[in-house]
């Protein structure tokens, strides 16, 4: 199952959120438009494809959905501007990253610009539920980012820590995603938990996966260099483990110990800890984990109606796991 | 006439706008919340205050204009911390800023968050058109920052350039301050125009007086550096208006022209650039376009109901231009 064939679902209002996204690069400044263009567009559209998808077992209003839509993919880019920026990231989505191209001012205006824009796709929808949600999840995503900071480069971080970290940092946008398409097209309560609940856990599972492809993905593939998370010193599942496994002649406990050490070192540490991983049944170890969170987000789709878009909803938490970017 | 008897009339409210704010600390996470408490509070309130006395001219909520003063006031903190790890300043309302103490990241960060928790208390005033024209603002104020960040250390620069850049960075939020008021209290739609054209040209005239002090104010007065807008390249109406007028052996000049010498020759050529001002006409003649911005903003208020708010409106304008900070 290939992610286009559970998109054909939802293939022309995908478009459609495109084509709104696209709109958004239209405006007076040149330097803005051109910023703009560089950054919209190019990312898988999982966001998006999860709000028309749990928005298709009620009533639903396709205008509001795609607005909804639109605001989560917006809501998503512009976190990852800022993240760039404050990584100092160069390469995302196979491209320079803003910040490499103009410099992290401009990131962060640029960010903030569409951040707004993004909750004006969000109030387009006319729902103040879901407005106030969007709000919260943004508070979510953001205060999740500090406590990341903040935890970086330390050794002694448990599993609880991790997982409140990628709860608040992922899963809870994929959580709007989804909630906010059940919100839109009047889904019964219980229909809206199960879908917010789908949307979170499948969250979960999926930065579990992107926590292991940063070890076993290439960068060909992902859009960006490997082994980013340990150079930022943010202690994944993967890392974590083999901290656990490997207590004697630890790369990252090397790395974490000395992060003022040469770019080289720290190369040639994230280099053994990919190879370590590689070698050993860490990966999928946290495979194990990431099924856990799917078949979590599943077990209660057989309550919602028989629509196609159920289907789909399970078969995006297979592809979850088997993608490979 | 003080900012103090003029906030007589919205004392009690803006008490309450201020422990909406304060109860903005309370947060799980302890560094989010001592960075919160560092940043929010200690601004003079202008825009909480507009928003209510616009909104006391018809039937009103007193709740939801509450709601709406905090949002304002938040989206101005937000955009302050975000400037300041942009411009790298170290000092604001007269102590460290956020990047200063912490890092540019977390003042990225919790500026994000800070525009977020603005954004929840606009929706929570439940108003569709408030929300919508909350996230207009946002754009524009952003997308003014990144052609302000464009015209750095440029020497050829229009009053249209300028006023438009302020237009964009400060009078569209003064604007959505008032206009908000008097959406929020069901006033007529001539009655909005009138509140948010006084909002905006309010807005202007603060701004150019602003831009005035940055030349002829004290840091201790201003609780930030005197000269900021030039060491940051940004071409204000006194630096252009001394470019016309020392049109030989020019300090802006000579500084926009090597806006990479060293800290030491900027300061020397700021502080020949501030001397200049303080002896010539500039200041006078910067004050008389911003008092043309004040008439401009009150003319119409006669129109409005003959409140208590409306004389506030009046003398807010006269304290915008005598303000000393």
Chains 1, 2 share one sequence.
Not at 231 to 237: N, S, V, W
Not at 255 to 282: C, H, Q, T, W, Y
Not at 291 to 320: F, G, I, W
Request: proline share 3%; glycine share 6%.
């Amino acid at each position: 199952m290939e992610l286009e064939e559970i998109y054909q679902l939802v293939e022309e209002d995908l478009a459609k959120v495109r084509r709104q996204i696209d709109s958004v690069t239209e405006v007076d400044s040149p330097h803005l438009a051109e910023m703009l263009r560089h950054v919209l567009g190019g990312g898988k559209g999982i966001r998006p494809a999860l709000t028309l998808l749990a928005g298709k077992f009620y009533r639903y209003n396709l205008d509001l959905l795609l607005s909804m839509a639109t605001g989560v993919e917006l809501m998503h880019t512009a976190t990852l501007v800022h993240d760039d920026a404050i990584d100092k990231s160069s390469v995302r989505r196979g491209r320079s990253t803003v910040n490499e191209v103009w410099g992290e001012e401009r990131a962060v205006l640029l960010g903030d610009y569409v951040f707004a824009r993004a909750g004006e796709f969000a109030a387009d929808t006319g729902n103040l539920r879901v407005i106030i949600l969007f709000s919260q999840t943004l508070q979510t995503i953001t205060s999740g980012e500090i406590v990341q900071t903040n935890d970086a480069f330390k050794l002694e971080q448990t599993r609880g820590h991790y997982l409140e970290r990628i709860a608040s940092k992922t899963a809870s946008l994929f959580s709007l995603s989804t909630i906010s398409g059940a919100i839109l097209s009047d889904a019964p309560e219980d229909s809206v938990k199960i879908l917010k609940d789908y949307g979170f856990n499948l969250g979960v599972a999926f930065q579990i996966v992107d926590d292991i492809l940063d070890f076993v993905g290439t960068e060909e593939e992902m859009g960006k260099p490997i082994g980013s998370d340990l150079l930022q010193g943010t202690l994944t599942l993967p890392a974590m483990l083999l901290l656990e496994q490997y207590p004697d002649d630890n790369p990252v406990k090397e790395l974490f110990a000395n992060p003022n050490m040469s770019e080289k070192d720290k190369r040639e540490k994230i280099g053994r800890a990919i190879e370590l991983v590689g070698r050993s049944p860490i990966a999928k170890q946290c495979y194990q984990l990431a099924l856990d969170y799917c078949d979590k987000a599943c077990q209660n789709l057989e309550k919602l109606p028989a629509k196609p878009s159920r289907q789909a909803l399970m078969d995006l938490a297979d592809l979850v796991i088997s993608r490979k970017k």
